[in-house]
């Protein structure tokens, strides 16, 4: 078996590849926010979101070419919070993986105009999928999920509240509603999609949504840690960005120890759930277990 840092090269260039063949031209007159939106989409990252995706799609069977517009749909609408949450009225951040944030290279107004192209941009790049498969239903069901977990009831609901809350102290139940919402519902898509799309029945896609619900709590509380013990060098973005914008974190409520347990703990729970799915996935479990020690 080859070893897990050379097969996640390999999926995350094969998941890359497939991303960029959705990208639109920069042509036209508008062409300075179709540079942005791409700028942005090119930045690098971990594609972790699309390449769950096609890891559950996977392991339950599925085509892995007909949710590649699915793929590409995920980190379109990820890119594009991340372009709004660096805007001056929100973080406030200058850099992102290492290069200038969208609109410290664009200037705020295409930063604005960027990240909202991107959110259309990626329905449009989902609807593709129905010329791609036979299952109608299955591509509509997945379009549904998409625009859930994505809107008030998921990414942007969670938004909200962070938004909201900063500068004001913040309950343990508040944070796990902004955990769940903000960095949890786009995990959750991109699971149930690669499971709706490989056919898979409603418990099946009750459990992947449990286990990624979990995966998205690691993963936060992870990033939690990393921006009081790393380094703008490794992570590519400002460290202490929660600090300086005066944000309650999982760190700051239960302190970094026991953020670090929690996090191995979330983590093998998850891997737990993934190995009751039916099938066999042994880089989507070490996918999970790498959230506990990512150092960026």
């Not at 992870?222 to 960005?241: A, C, F, Y």
Request: net charge negative; aromatic share 6%; with cysteine.
């Amino acid at each position: 078996m080859k070893d897990f840092k050379i097969q996640l090269e390999e999926r995350t260039r094969e998941v890359e590849e497939a991303i960029y063949r959705y990208l639109p031209e920069e042509t036209g007159y508008q062409k300075t926010v179709l540079e942005a939106m791409n700028y942005s989409m090119k930045a690098g990252g971990k594609r972790l979101r699309p390449m769950l995706m096609q890891e559950v799609c996977r392991l339950l069977g599925g085509s892995l070419k007909e949710i590649e517009p699915f793929m590409a749909a995920m980190e379109m609408i990820h890119t594009s919070s991340l372009i709004h949450d660096d805007l001056p009225c929100m973080d406030n951040d200058e850099y992102r993986r290492g290069k200038k944030s969208t609109w410290a290279a664009y200037g705020e107004d295409m930063g604005v105009l960027a990240g909202d192209a991107l959110i259309v941009y990626a329905f449009e790049t989902a609807c593709k999928a129905f010329a791609l498969s036979e299952h109608p239903e299955r591509v509509g069901k997945a379009i549904e999920i998409l625009a859930r977990k994505t809107g008030i009831y998921g990414m942007i609901g969670g938004q909200t509240v962070d938004v909201e809350m900063t500068n004001k102290p913040l309950s343990g139940e508040k944070l796990d509603f902004i955990y769940r919402l903000k960095t949890g519902a786009l995990l959750e898509a991109s699971m149930v999609i690669g499971a709706v799309m490989a056919g898979a029945d409603e418990e099946c896609c009750r459990l992947v949504e449990k286990a990624a619900a979990e995966i998205g709590m690691a993963f936060q509380i992870r990033d939690d840690i990393l921006d009081v013990t790393s380094s703008q060098e490794v992570l590519g973005k400002p460290v202490l960005s929660d600090e300086k914008n005066c944000k309650t974190t999982y760190v700051t409520l239960e302190g970094i120890e026991k953020a670090k347990s929690d996090v191995a703990r979330i983590s093998q729970e998850a891997i737990e759930d993934i190995r009751k799915l039916p099938g066999e996935n042994t880089f989507l479990e070490e996918l999970a277990a790498m959230l506990v020690t990512r150092e960026k």
